[in-house]
């Protein structure tokens, strides 16, 4: 079943921060985080495994609570380069990588 | 830049031909996965190869197939295409096994847009 993001759309100021989150129905052991660009291929931001709770780069955050099976994108103080689409994408076995993708969450950032 | 290619770009064929999409994969990885997105929806698992033999499938009918060869490279055939099957597809490698690491995940290619009439 296809995890289910939340909000499905949101609309920032630049500078303003973001929570994006990503609940499945099923036990995971990895969470993959990618932002899409219209019409382009989804770009890589980061992967939380079972027993990693938070990890992050620069202004870009990410959480994974096991036992709720969800996970929460932060991204702070946002630029317009953040404009996209985001989707989790959720791994249920160790080294089984056939990703289930979420539902997507649609962020645009305004001057 | 994910390493990733694929062709063509964009395809337009008619409801009940054959079409063959290709991918070229990150050298050393030893999978290839296929995915179908449609307008507005996240991908969705095709199947995945590795080692040159299919590793899971996902909810698509038999038409849809794979083939993987030695060279990194992959083709995914669909056959008696219909009008559903208009989407982007994905190709993303990886290697797989190996989920320890920061970077181990799986790499997108830019995709082939296929429209069937």
């Known amino acids: 079943q296809q995890p289910v993001q939340s909000p499905q759309a949101v609309i920032l100021r630049e500078g303003e921060d973001a929570v994006i989150n990503c609940s499945s129905s099923?036990?995971?052991?990895?969470v993959h985080w990618y932002r899409q660009k219209h019409g382009e291929a989804p770009v890589f931001l980061m992967i939380?495994?079972?027993?990693?709770e938070q990890k992050g780069h620069d202004k870009i955050s990410a959480s994974f609570n096991e036992k709720k099976q969800q996970s929460s994108l932060y991204l702070t103080a946002s630029q317009l380069s953040y404009s996209g689409t985001y989707f989790c994408?959720?791994?249920?076995?160790?080294?089984?990588?056939?990703?289930?993708f979420g539902t997507g969450t649609r962020l645009t950032i305004i001057p | 830049e994910t390493g990733v290619t694929q062709s063509p770009t964009h395809l337009i064929k008619t409801r009940g031909q054959q079409v063959t999409l290709r991918c070229s994969s990150q050298?050393?990885?030893?999978?290839v996965s296929w995915y179908q997105q449609a307008l507005g929806q996240g991908p969705q698992f095709i199947f995945q190869?590795?080692?040159?033999?299919?590793?899971g499938r996902g909810n698509f009918p038999p038409r849809f197939s794979g083939l993987q060869f030695p060279n990194y490279s992959s083709e995914l055939n669909v056959n008696a295409l219909e009008l559903d099957d208009s989407a982007l597809y994905l190709c993303?490698?990886?290697?797989?096994?190996?989920?320890?690491?920061?970077?181990?995940?799986?790499?997108f290619g830019p995709g082939t847009r296929l429209t069937v009439l």
């Open positions: 994408g959720t791994g249920a076995n160790f080294g089984n990588e056939k990703l289930t």
């Open positions: 099923k036990a995971l052991y990895s």
């Open positions: 939380l495994l079972k027993g990693g």
């Open positions: 050298s050393g990885h030893n999978t």
């Open positions: 190869y590795y080692r040159e033999e299919e590793n």
């Open positions: 993303a490698s990886m290697i797989l096994g190996r989920v320890e690491t920061d970077t181990d995940t799986q790499y």
